[in-house]
């Protein structure tokens, strides 16, 4: 993703960063239609509501963006991808031209088009936006739909959630919310380094972290990984994942944790509801602070989820 404020990019450069956002929420959509198991209702429902909030949520900022691009360019002529002015055309030919409306567009306060149009100054039709805010009207109904049949289902999340509060509790700990998109576990190893050992840490750190621990030791791992369908790891296999944790918005899970573990040389503690507490790195560092973390299995319907645990 670009670096760069809304403002100070072209809407080409824009559209294709949605592009490739689009393909990342695509990715990670994929992964989630996975953790639902064949014949599991109540799986498929939650995870049906978090997908459509995933892609209202993604819709929604994207509109807000390409909005806050076009008033940039109030009595001007906003730059449209794959649209190139005609050669020998003036700059005042070119905005006359592109100011006036399609003929199959009807004029504004008549009938002939259901959509309330949105234009750019000069009478211009954003297209992208109406595309977008079409998407997320048809994302919220989806979403409605899901939440509706969801009522009077169990909820697990809060079950689990409340199991979890009670069990830290009994240690004098609370559970601090991680975000979850994607790098919750990076995260909430991070906000363990800046609140308890003095560090400055962010996700992005602590990713670089893992997987460059994860290459040094590739024996320790390797063997221990496998693809969904059993098959274990290539070497070209290990180095892709490798990569994706590195540079990627794909969950971590129990290896990654023992890598930070050893990377970090720091002992992790990582709590949940149906299980004694995991510890991981206690012996070869057991005279550091430990990472104190919650594992959320049914958290947001996303399947592995971890938030970081705080001292009362």
Known sequence: MSSLPITEITLEELELRHRKESKELLARITALKKTVSKGDKRK???VAVDIAALETQQSERHAAEISQLTSNFSGSTVPIAGVSPIPGQDAAAATASDSEPPSTIAPTGQ???????DRRPGGKVNKAKQRLQRKAQELQRIQAEAEKEAEGMVDVAAIESSAIDRLVANDGLKVRQISADGHCLYSAFADQLCTYHGQSASYPDMRRRAAE????????FM????HDNGDSFSISDYDNHCDSVERSAEWGGHQEIIALSHALQLPVLVYQSDAPVLRIGDNEYSANEPVRLSYHRHAYGLGEHYNSLHKN
């Open 111 to 117: 009938s002939g088009n259901s959509d309330n149009l």
């Open 223 to 226: 063997p221990f990984m496998a």
């Open 213 to 220: 621990y994860m290459r040094r030791c590739r024996d320790d």
């Open 44 to 46: 498929k429902k939650e």
